[in-house]
């Protein structure tokens, strides 16, 4: 089982332009561990490999290797970190003239020097939530695209279209576990159903919860563990049974991450803070994780 990676928090604004949609734009979207990836042009040259991670708050980040190969040239610092609030530092901020993604070019993108972590394979760089925010954003999971659009959602009473917040400019919307309303981010490179600690007490479990290996974020070392739910998680009008949950010792929000998601086609609209849910199926299993010998690293 995939542990909660940290977080990368721009504490900084960040500015781009972007071509407006006259018609929808998709692009295959290939899925590494449920978690999604797209060839991207980057000035003109590639195309390179970005995975999409709406649990990342600036609009990009690209691999040191990236930026040498391109030449992509230095502008200022930003400051990062992860949702312990812990250890923040500085890295390299780079101006990246053109960004093209589904037919869709973004002009003067400011991104922020990282090197993603390679258990999924090759990686060049991260496209974050806030890049897309003037667009209908689809990663739908199922049919493997990812769509940019034009218009708007409309609220439906919540069954399938469903309020969000955006502290830190990420995705954040509320679960139902039991009588409890828990905040988590819906977090496209995050992995599995998350919530931290304090939250879990008092909670009943199937059995009692195992250590499942360790976390590692930019600022902490921790150890994870995770069991089954006795009782259910709702989201919309979705129903997760008996979930596996990961239990977070570190973070002060619970994690919506790539092993539910992979059923949703998932639409964001930022302008009006909705998201819309879309799964053949209203009631999900999230299963208990194969037996490894540790989990792999957080981002």
């Not at 290939?30 to 970005?50: C, S, Y």
């Not at 400011?110 to 003037?134: K, M, N, W, Y």
């Not at 209908?136 to 769509?147: E, H, I, N, R, S």
């Not at 659009?149 to 954040?172: E, W």
Request: hydrophobic content about 40%; overall charge neutral.
């Amino acid at each position: 089982m995939r542990l909660r990676r940290g977080f990368v928090f721009l504490l900084f604004a960040l500015f781009t332009t972007a071509t407006l949609l006259s018609q929808d734009h998709s692009t295959p979207m290939e899925l590494r561990r449920d978690m999604p990836f797209v060839q991207v042009m980057v000035n003109g040259k590639g195309p390179f490999t970005f995975g999409i991670d709406t649990g990342t708050g600036g609009k990009a980040l690209v691999s040191p290797a990236l930026i040498q190969q391109l030449n992509l040239p230095v502008i200022g610092e930003a400051e990062v970190g992860d949702p312990s609030g812990q250890n923040s530092h500085k890295v390299p901020l780079v101006r990246v003239d053109s960004l093209k993604v589904a037919g869709i070019e973004f002009s003067h993108v400011e991104a922020v020097q990282h090197q993603p972590s390679t258990r999924e394979g090759l990686c060049d760089g991260i496209l974050g939530f806030v890049l897309f925010r003037d667009y209908l954003f689809t990663l739908d999971y199922p049919g493997k695209q990812l769509t940019l659009a034009s218009g708007s959602l409309k609220p439906d009473g919540g069954n399938t279209v469903i309020p969000f917040t955006m502290p830190n400019n990420v995705p954040v919307v509320q679960l139902t576990v039991g009588a409890q309303e828990i905040d988590v981010h819906v977090d496209s490179r995050g992995m599995g159903l998350s919530f931290p600690q304090k939250e879990t007490a008092g909670w009943k479990f199937v059995s009692e919860p195992e250590v499942i290996g360790r976390g590692r974020t930019v600022s902490s070392d921790f150890e994870m563990k995770g069991a089954q739910l006795a009782g259910d998680v709702k989201l919309g009008g979705y129903t997760f049974p008996q979930p596996f949950v990961e239990i977070n010792p570190v973070f002060p929000i619970g994690n919506f991450g790539a092993i539910p998601l992979h059923n949703f086609a998932v639409t964001f609209d930022q302008q009006n803070k909705l998201l819309r849910l879309t799964a053949p199926q209203k009631s999900i299993v999230i299963a208990p994780p194969q037996p490894r010998l540790s989990a792999p690293p957080a981002k």
